[in-house]
């Protein structure tokens, strides 16, 4: 028995170890990663936090959706918003018909990719010799 309790105290005390030291063998590699995300998770949030400033509660549920199907699309949405918003074009909330609108231009300024198909023109098929029978 004294051999288990001796083991979960090593166990904490390891893992207590781990938490100071932010995760990782190495302190300086783990908090370099750990502020790369904190800096990241910052920056999300003040995204989100100036988007929920400039949309009206229908705006941000229908670019909510649309982040769901197309996220570029929608990334480069908000980063029109943003821009916009920082420059002080927008005088008041964005409503959803006004971000239909931005959508749409949006979509203009994308070319879609397009197929193109292009056939041969007299090219001797030999599946044509079988139509001769």
């Known amino acids: 028995m004294a051999d288990a309790e001796l083991e979960q105290i090593r166990k904490a005390r390891l893992e207590q170890l781990k938490a100071q030291s932010g995760g990782a063998g190495s302190p ?14 910052q920056e999300a949030e003040a995204r989100q936090s100036i988007l929920n400033q400039i949309l009206h509660p229908e705006a941000a549920d229908r670019l909510g959706r649309i982040r769901l ?11 029109r918003l943003i821009m916009l918003a920082r420059t002080g074009q927008l005088r008041q909330k964005v409503t959803e018909a006004q971000l239909k609108e931005l959508l749409n231009a949006v979509a203009d300024n994308k070319e879609e990719e397009k197929i193109v198909v292009s056939r041969r023109k007299n090219w001797d098929d030999e599946d044509d010799d079988l139509l001769d029978l």
């Not at 300086?28 to 998770?41: D, I, S």
């Open 28 to 41: 300086g590699a783990g908090q370099g990663a750990n502020q790369a995300e904190q800096k990241k998770q």
């Open 69 to 79: 199907v197309k996220e570029e699309r929608a990334t480069d949405v908000e980063n």
